[in-house]
């Protein structure tokens, strides 16, 4: 073959360039970017699928791997024969080393033994008494209680303490600063009526319902805080009080500094209890009750607003409790006026569900007027307000428990049903600025008595009267519960309540005489 001369470049001719299809096929030396990406997409995903299967897949020592033969498919080991009962039963994969069908069917009949064993003791529970199921829950709540007891006794091996940095000092050189701080310090005034009900209402409630002492010892504690308030010249103590000082006062927007009874009225079950707890009558003898009770034109039973020397036609959502006040009171009332004080009590669930029921929301308003043609209406727009309230729904649990008549519970519903309506935000629930009109503004915040006791009474509406008991528990004014004390069997059995609810005398029994304390009349 002759080899082609070399000419220079000039000189060569250059073939027509061919457009038309290749008569052989055409070879890229690189892949385009797109298949690059495609490329190294699939090699991560094999990649991660090697990683996922190593970390992932059962291991190796429990579950035998796959072979060529595809005797094992990932099912535990059991030799046959020493787990099997019978070494020629019939096998599920692989030769008679492995697992047997045996061992199925053995656990499915220990899960059927064990569910039919929970069965025949539930069975077994559901024919004892209730006092007998009482029993044996207080059994085992001693043996929980002489566990953790043990368990406090033990000795914790001594650590090492280690330096206490920045857990003193800092006293500031300047005068003046160091008198404010101190006057922070100081700063400690508190509401007599508020402290009660919540906190030492609720420690006397975890007392009782655990027998814990620490509860008993903080609210005797915070009571003793509480007791310079009373230093007045009347006895009727001051709504705030500073727990440092002993210094009281009382709120400036009450009728220009007045004392509120019905803040003084509702100390009388703590304080009871407190002398019923410790011995000491001093808590006892700072209880009294008064209400002022009118009927408008229209029929509707209210209790009117003392103010400035002059009854007041007006009643705020607060005193609606006092249905249930009088129904619970009708209990304990002689049979000529028992009749007459739960009737009384209907009476004032009756308006306070009025109240309800004239506005947009089907939710009471703060206060309502009985004046002329308005009657259990709000008037002023800083009246038409409802902060999740639990008064009326307390009054209906009240008087549904004492006459199981079922417009209470349908009463109760209604509300439930517009608090879930109009009161449930993104949060929680929230109040709401006027329950008259239909595209209410809230006012973005849940207080807590409407956990503590609005909730609280809305279940016990709908519960068996079996659940709390009245016979055994009373509730203070923020829904705590506390056992129902028995003179004959306390330290405060010298003290009897004579006349019943009719007049409320009180009388304080000591061993040489009788010494009335103080007598109120409805």
Request: charged fraction near 25%; hydrophobic fraction near 40%; charge should be neutral.
């Amino acid at each position: 073959m002759t080899t082609p001369a070399l000419l220079p470049l000039s000189g060569r001719r250059i073939p027509p360039l061919n457009l038309g299809p290749p008569s052989f096929p055409h070879h890229r030396a690189t892949l385009r970017l797109s298949e690059k990406f495609i490329l190294l997409l699939i090699l991560s995903a094999f990649i991660t699928l090697c990683f996922g299967a190593f970390f992932f897949l059962p291991d190796s020592s429990k579950h035998k791997r796959f072979d060529l033969g595809l005797e094992d498919v990932l099912i535990p080991h059991v030799d046959a024969g020493k787990g099997a009962k019978n070494p020629g039963a019939f096998l599920i994969h692989g030769p008679d080393e492995h697992r047997h069908r045996e061992e199925e069917q053995r656990l499915r009949n220990k899960i059927r033994a064990d569910h039919e064993k929970a069965l025949e003791e539930a069975k077994e529970k559901l024919r004892k008494s209730r006092e007998e199921i009482h029993a044996e829950i207080q059994t085992e709540k001693s043996k929980v209680a002489q566990a953790m007891k043990i368990k406090e006794t033990r000795v914790l091996p001594p650590v090492p303490i280690p330096q206490r940095v920045g857990v003193s000092g800092g006293d500031p050189e300047d005068t003046e600063i160091r008198k404010k701080r101190e006057k922070i310090k100081e700063n400690s005034e508190v509401s007599v009526f508020e402290v009660n009900i919540r906190f030492i209402g609720g420690l006397l409630a975890a007392y009782y319902l655990s027998g814990e002492e620490i509860f008993k010892t903080k609210a005797v504690q915070l009571a003793e805080k509480l007791l310079p308030a009373f230093n007045t010249p009347t006895g009727i103590p001051w709504a705030m009080v500073n727990l440092k000082s002993g210094v009281g006062r009382n709120w400036g927007w009450a009728s220009a500094g007045s004392s509120i009874l019905a803040e003084f009225g509702t100390l009388h079950m703590e304080f009871v209890h407190l002398s019923y707890l410790t011995g000491d009558l001093i808590y006892y003898k700072k209880a009294i009750e008064k209400h002022l009770i009118k009927k408008s034109r229209g029929g509707l039973v209210f209790i009117g607003e003392w103010k400035n020397g002059h009854l007041e036609r007006k009643m705020g959502h607060l005193a609606c409790f006092a249905g249930g006040m009088f129904a619970l009171g009708a209990d304990g009332s002689r049979k000529d006026k028992a009749g007459h004080y739960l009737e009384l009590g209907a009476e004032i669930a009756r308006t306070c569900h009025e109240s309800y029921d004239r506005t947009a929301l089907k939710l009471g308003p703060e206060s309502f007027k009985f004046d002329g043609a308005v009657e259990a209406v709000a008037v002023r727009q800083a009246e038409k307000y409802y902060i999740l309230r639990p008064e009326v729904i307390e009054t209906y649990w009240y008087l549904w428990r004492f006459t199981h008549d079922p417009r209470y519970r349908q009463w109760g519903w209604e509300a439930a049903l517009a608090i879930e309506k109009y009161c449930r935000v993104s949060g929680g629930f929230s109040g709401v600025k006027d329950v008259y009109s239909l595209t209410p503004t809230h006012d973005d915040v849940q207080q807590s008595f409407f956990l503590a006791e609005t909730l609280k009474y809305l279940y016990l509406l709908f519960s068996g009267d079996d659940l709390l008991p009245l016979d055994h528990w009373v509730f203070n004014t923020e829904a705590h519960p506390l056992p129902v004390l028995r003179l004959a069997n306390s330290t405060l059995s010298d003290v009897v309540w004579r006349g019943g609810f009719e007049n409320l005398d009180l009388y304080v029994t000591m061993p040489d005489e009788t010494l009335p304390f103080k007598t109120f009349h409805l």
